[in-house]
């Protein structure tokens, strides 16, 4: 039998003629598709199968898919699109500041999700190839008493302490750190958030520059690492040494 380079999708939806429906329809679209109704059964395929895109609804049972979410970034570049009800504006503002890739709202097009994911596919690829982060080659960058360790997306300090980075939050600091000295506006911040099918604001950014804060235990009022240029934007305000 021939080797395939199917891509691998988790479907995660606790109502069983949406679950269904979602399969056969990626099945038809070949992609092996693994099915979980709940929170249990999609951290159990999570760590059991190779998968390379979620499709969570956010409300199912046990953990929310937003819990879930936070989880499976903190371990794992997988592509994330979550699904919303129509009128869940804070549950899409809150998934995407977790680590989501992308969301759609219910009631969907079928087609339009095959197109989603298929993009995201591309962009999995894509920043999963350490030469396409905003680093290049690079493999730590050293700031005060951390080392950013680009391949991870983690944070060390000198004491052994460990934060992970959501993808937004990797991606916004990288920028950060390559125009190091330099006052960047919110709008220069999200022109260099690539490869994503979401359009971050202004209160997203200031969302995770108040996150990345809080891991690095950076006092806002007398910065050591991002300092905020009031009207305009965030500077990053240490030496950074690349490795």
């Given at each position: 039998?021939?080797?395939?380079?199917?891509?691998?999708?988790?479907?995660?939806?606790?109502?069983?003629?949406?679950?269904?429906?979602?399969?056969?329809?990626?099945?038809?679209?070949?992609?092996?598709?693994?099915?979980?109704?709940?929170?249990?059964?999609?951290?159990?395929?999570?760590?059991?199968?190779?998968?390379?895109?979620?499709?969570?609804?956010?409300?199912?049972?046990?953990?929310?898919?937003?819990?879930?979410?936070?989880?499976?970034?903190?371990?794992?570049?997988?592509?994330?699109?979550?699904?919303?009800?129509?009128?869940?504006?804070?549950?899409?503002?809150?998934?995407?500041?977790?680590?989501?890739?992308?969301?759609?709202?219910k009631p969907y097009n079928p087609r339009e999700l095959t197109v989603r994911v298929r993009n995201l596919l591309e962009?999995?690829?894509?920043?999963?190839?350490?030469?396409?982060?905003?680093?290049?080659?690079?493999?730590?960058?050293?700031?005060?008493?951390?080392t950013l360790f680009t391949g991870k997306r983690v944070l060390r300090n000198e004491a052994g302490d460990e934060a992970?980075?959501?993808?937004?939050?990797?991606?916004?600091?990288?920028?950060?750190?390559?125009?190091?000295?330099?006052?960047?506006?919110?709008?220069?911040?999200?022109?260099?958030?690539?490869?994503?099918?979401?359009?971050?604001?202004?209160?997203?950014?200031?969302?995770?520059?108040?996150?990345?804060?809080?891991?690095?235990?950076?006092?806002?009022?007398?910065?050591?690492?991002?300092?905020?240029?009031?009207?305009?934007?965030?500077?990053?305000?240490?030496?950074?040494?690349?490795?």
């Amino acid at each position: 039998m021939e080797a395939t380079n199917q891509s691998a999708l988790l479907i995660v939806e606790d109502e069983p003629a949406s679950l269904n429906l979602l399969a056969s329809y990626f099945t038809a679209e070949n992609y092996i598709v693994y099915k979980a109704s709940s929170s249990n059964q999609a951290e159990k395929l999570f760590s059991e199968k190779a998968i390379d895109i979620i499709l969570m609804d956010i409300k199912i049972p046990g953990r929310t898919g937003l819990e879930l979410t936070r989880e499976f970034r903190s371990r794992s570049g997988v592509g994330i699109i979550l699904v919303t009800q129509k009128n869940d504006d804070i549950d899409k503002i809150v998934g995407l500041e977790l680590g989501a890739d992308d969301y759609v709202t219910k009631p969907y097009n079928p087609r339009e999700l095959t197109v989603r994911v298929r993009n995201l596919l591309e962009r999995v690829k894509y920043r999963s190839n350490p030469g396409n982060s905003n680093f290049g080659d690079v493999k730590t960058a050293q700031f005060g008493d951390w080392t950013l360790f680009t391949g991870k997306r983690v944070l060390r300090n000198e004491a052994g302490d460990e934060a992970r980075l959501t993808e937004g939050e990797f991606q916004l600091i990288s920028t950060l750190m390559q125009y190091a000295g330099t006052v960047l506006n919110r709008d220069q911040i999200m022109n260099h958030m690539k490869h994503r099918d979401w359009f971050p604001t202004d209160r997203t950014i200031d969302v995770m520059i108040a996150r990345i804060r809080k891991k690095l235990g950076d006092d806002r009022t007398n910065p050591k690492y991002i300092n905020t240029a009031h009207g305009t934007g965030y500077i990053f305000v240490a030496d950074v040494v690349y490795c």
